[in-house]
């Protein structure tokens, strides 16, 4: 076995004291900014979150955002740190920006649903639980994702809808108002009694407590049609009581109806038979 000369471990010695005395305060500059820029982008985040939870910005995106914030302070502060201790990094710069490129164009649909997710995050055009229609689809929103919103139909079929599609389509939203109006269209013969028929339609909707009576129900003669002259009503109710005030009141209305003698047409036709004699 070679054995080292006493001058080859001075050399050794020099070398790495040259090193050191080199590369010593870069590395240690480096370790200190790595340290301290790790401390400042932890605090950054925190008050980051803090200023969405004071305005009440969804959870999911809260969450999101503080995270892609913080990966991409820290991927600067890792850049920073490799160019102060000598690592070049312009290439390695140019390779993640193809690589993104490249990412980016593989995934343009999954980014335009993640882009329409924020929007409809940071916007709320309706929340979790509200009746909602989107892309031709009625149902119960169950769930708001950053790629998709699930939807509940009220046959209880889960309807996955991407969130792009939302954003840049037309919602509506049966739930964001407290109130909704309800209309109904009553056909009643042109031999029946107008006022009649009127005072029975009024007197059942003062019955039901669902009914509001601000702003005011208005019944009013809309239509002589073919076979019936149609009076329509509109009622103001909670949203929540929409659907039972709705079948309720058409109920009601035809048992009334029938039992004060006022009665509901339908269309009809008469055919003449003409014997021709031979």
């Not at 740190?81 to 990094?89: F, L, P, Q, W």
């Not at 343009?108 to 329409?116: E, I, K, M, V, W």
């Not at 809309?222 to 019936?228: A, E, I, M």
């Amino acid at each position: 076995m070679e054995e080292i000369s006493t001058e080859q471990v001075a050399g050794y010695v020099d070398t790495g004291v040259e090193m050191a005395m080199n590369y010593g305060p870069q590395l240690l500059l480096a370790f200190v900014v790595l340290i301290i820029g790790l401390w400042i982008i932890n605090r950054f985040v925190r008050l980051i979150r803090a200023g969405m939870e004071r305005s009440n910005t969804e959870p999911t995106l809260a969450t999101f955002l503080c995270n892609l914030a913080s990966i991409g302070l820290k991927a600067l502060l890792l850049i920073s740190v490799a160019s102060m201790i000598g690592i070049e990094t312009t290439s390695f710069i140019a390779v993640l920006g193809a690589a993104g490129l490249a990412v980016g164009l593989a995934l343009q649909g999954s980014l335009s649903n993640f882009a329409g997710g924020v929007l409809v995050l940071m916007f709320k055009p309706y929340k979790v639980g509200d009746f909602v229609e989107a892309q031709g689809i009625m149902g119960t929103v169950h769930a708001i994702q950053i790629f998709n919103t699930i939807l509940k139909t009220p046959d209880n079929k889960v309807i996955i809808v991407p969130n792009g599609s939302i954003s840049n389509g037309i919602i509506t939203n049966y739930s964001m108002e407290a109130t909704r109006r309800v209309d109904f269209v009553f056909g009643i013969g042109y031999s029946d009694d107008i006022a009649k028929a009127k005072a029975i339609i009024e007197r059942l909707i003062s019955e039901d407590s669902r009914s509001l009576s601000d702003p005011a129900p208005q019944i009013v003669v809309s239509n002589l049609g073919d076979s019936s002259v149609d009076i329509t009503t509109r009622v103001w109710a909670n949203s929540a009581d929409y659907w039972g005030l709705y079948f309720d009141l058409t109920e009601k209305v035809k048992l009334a109806f029938d039992a004060e003698g006022v009665s509901i047409p339908f269309p009809q036709r008469d055919v003449h038979v003409y014997q021709e004699n031979g």
